[in-house]
């Protein structure tokens, strides 16, 4: 089949098979391409979409973007269920099996490494939020009151200073309430990262973000953690706990992970 082709990920071999209905970016079945001790699974895709011009102009199409990644997200979930796969990043082309296996042949020494510290591990995220009064997924949800009218200047620098201490207070628990649960989860993880906070007007989730937290477990601790995450979830009110995953290790596959 003529084409470019594109990565998805690198892995060591696999017994099971992906499934047959599986497809791609492009709409492309994966197929396995075998280096050495190592599996790239790649799918042919058109030149007219994945050449370099044409590539950079879609990075622009949001649309085009999300589809493209949904299809690449398809193929490195169904990989995460057989296997521990070593994912690359998205729109990873190379113009054909030659250049492919150039590539895998150039970093096989630092494939075979990560490779080695990911198996049978999986990630797993964990965020904490901080819910407003007023947010229907807060259970003491009620309109706050309205404050009373200042009947003078000092009245009023006093509602100022006692609506800064109650945020400040708030913060401070749920700063509390992140780090004794990144400790906790910590415990039945190999390795961690400590993400940025999300950005509400990007992600769309509701409260404020304080933890953003990547786990890399081994598989046989998964039940575990996850009933772990579980029981935290209503232990400080006005607070929410989201778990997601299990994903592949992307958070740990660089070579400073």
Not at 81 to 97: N, Q
Not at 154 to 183: I, T, V
Not at 205 to 230: H, I, K, M, Q, T
Request: net charge negative.
């Amino acid at each position: 089949m003529s084409g470019l082709r594109y990565v998805y990920a690198v892995c060591r071999p696999f017994g099971t098979p992906l499934s047959a209905q599986l497809t791609g970016v492009a709409g492309v079945p994966p197929k396995q391409l075998t280096h050495h001790g190592l599996v790239a699974v790649v799918g042919h895709v058109p030149e007219e979409d994945f050449a370099e011009g044409p590539l950079r102009a879609h990075l622009e199409d949001l649309d085009w973007l999300s589809a493209t990644a949904r299809a690449h997200q398809n193929v490195i979930d169904a990989l995460t269920v057989v296997t521990s796969p070593l994912p690359l990043r998205l729109a990873t082309v190379f113009m054909d099996d030659s250049g492919v296996r150039t590539m895998m042949e150039q970093r096989e020494e630092t494939f075979l490494r990560t490779l080695d510290r990911l198996d049978g591990r999986v990630e797993w995220g964990v965020k904490v939020y901080v819910e407003s009064p007023e947010s229907p997924e807060n259970p003491d949800s009620r309109p706050a009151p309205a404050p009373a009218k200042p009947v003078s200047g000092r009245d009023y620098l006093r509602q100022r200073r006692g609506r800064h201490r109650a945020n400040e207070e708030k913060w401070e628990q749920a700063e509390e309430f992140s780090r004794r649960l990144h400790e906790t989860l910590s415990g039945y993880a190999e390795g961690t990262r400590i993400h940025a906070p999300q950005n509400a007007a990007l992600s769309h989730a509701s409260g404020r973000n304080v933890l953003n937290a990547a786990y890399l477990v081994p598989r046989s601790e998964s039940e575990a953690f996850v009933e772990l995450v579980d029981r935290t979830k209503d232990d400080s009110p006005g607070l929410r706990v989201e778990l997601t995953g299990p994903w592949a290790a992307y958070s740990f596959s660089g070579e400073d992970s």
